[in-house]
T-cell receptor, first 116, second 115 residues
């Protein structure tokens, strides 16, 4: 079946630094990738949708200059949290979908970001 | 706007007992409905989905869900719960937007299984 690999699984960074999270589709071409944020004991909130080779579409309220999304290839998307602050600490999850998959989403295992 | 409601934040059942997790949705068109399971610190695994056709959908791990349009519900059921089913369960509705289709999730139900 379709597999999405997300790295790192955990990262701790200092306030003011930037952190990059990678999301790779291992056995299919991901034409669309989604990035979610999940606060403790809460649901997943969609941050942005990216199509390969295009600029990401951000949800209302998400700062695009803070959460940089790159989807330069059909197997890799990255989320960079720039100038991270403690309030950015959260669980980030990516999801990928191939061309013609309709609603065939495959989720990564998530990244726990802690900003100290 | 579309929304998904999972009324139960926590549910505790005994191993071997039956389970029903509730999900109600609000969406103007015919919904695409999903149930996902999340173990602690992990991503989401698809249990089952409903697009059209038979309103009773079978999924993995012995789960099933029934779509009831009149009640705007898509409740998840399992006849006999196993201790390994303890996890967080999310109901989601797929919607079509100008930017393509995407998922809106409910707030989740935490399932605890007592041995």
């Amino acid at each position: 079946g379709a597999v999405v690999s997300q790295h790192p699984s955990r990262v701790i960074c200092k306030s003011g630094t930037s952190v990059k999270i990678e999301c790779r589709s291992l056995d299919f071409q991901a034409t669309t990738m989604f990035w979610y944020r999940q606060f403790p004991k809460q649901s997943l909130m969609l941050m942005a949708t990216s199509n390969e080779g295009s600029k990401a579409t951000y949800e209302q309220g998400v700062e695009k200059d803070k959460f940089l999304i790159n989807h330069a290839s059909l197997t890799l998307s990255t989320l960079t949290v720039t100038s991270a602050h403690p309030e950015d600490s959260s669980f980030y999850i990516c999801s990928a979908r191939g061309a013609g998959d309709g609603y065939g989403y495959t989720f990564g295992s998530g990244t726990r970001l802690t900003v100290v | 706007a579309q929304s998904v409601t999972q009324p139960d934040i926590h549910i505790t059942v005994s191993e071997g007992a039956s389970l029903e997790l509730r999900c109600n949705y609000s969406y103007g068109a015919t919904p695409y409905l999903f149930w996902y399971v999340q173990s602690p610190g992990q991503g989401l695994q698809l249990l089952l989905k409903y697009f059209s056709g038979d309103t009773l959908v079978q999924g993995i791990k012995g789960f099933e869900a029934e779509f009831k349009r009149s009640q705007s519900s898509f409740n998840l059921r399992k006849p006999s719960v196993h201790w390994s089913d303890a996890a967080e369960y999310f109901c989601a509705v797929g919607i079509l937007t100008g930017g393509g289709n995407k998922l809106t999730f409910g707030t989740g139900t935490q399932l605890k299984v007592e041995l």
